[in-house]
């Protein structure tokens, strides 16, 4: 199993960026998949989230109208597209699958740095 995330970099303020997040060797469109970050001296927090079938997407309040998560099951791909980017969204941003249907099962990317900076 592996997710494998990238597109990360650093960018200016007001800057875009569109993370990748690619999966193999489970069954990607039987998992939910989300993004979370973490930035240095704080806990890990949802980002982003997009149901299975990509019905349904929710965000955390501080990126809603910026970011926006969608998946390609056809490619076992989930992105997530952040545009005017602050400061303060610099973190580590990690890929998270999880089964959609018990047995629960998690798998999480190693990350892709994102630092907004001018």
């Known amino acids: 199993v592996q997710l494998e995330e990238s597109g990360g970099g650093v960018v200016q303020p007001g800057g875009s960026l569109r993370l990748s997040c690619a999966g193999s060797?489970?069954?990607?469109?039987?998992?939910?998949m989300s993004w979370h970050r973490q930035a240095p001296g704080k806990e890990r927090e949802l980002v982003a989230s997009?149901?299975?079938?990509?019905?349904?997407?929710n965000y955390h309040d501080s990126v809603l109208g910026r970011f926006r998560i969608s998946r390609d099951n056809a490619r076992n791909t989930v992105y997530l597209q952040m545009n005017s980017l602050k400061p303060e969204d610099t973190a580590m941003y990690y890929c998270?699958?999880?089964?959609?249907?018990?047995?629960?099962?998690?798998?999480w990317g190693q990350g892709t740095q994102v630092t907004v900076t001018s």
């Open positions: 998270k699958a999880i089964s959609a249907r018990p047995p629960v099962v998690v798998h």
């Open positions: 060797g489970f069954t990607f469109s039987s998992y939910t």
């Open positions: 997009v149901r299975s079938d990509g019905s349904s997407t």
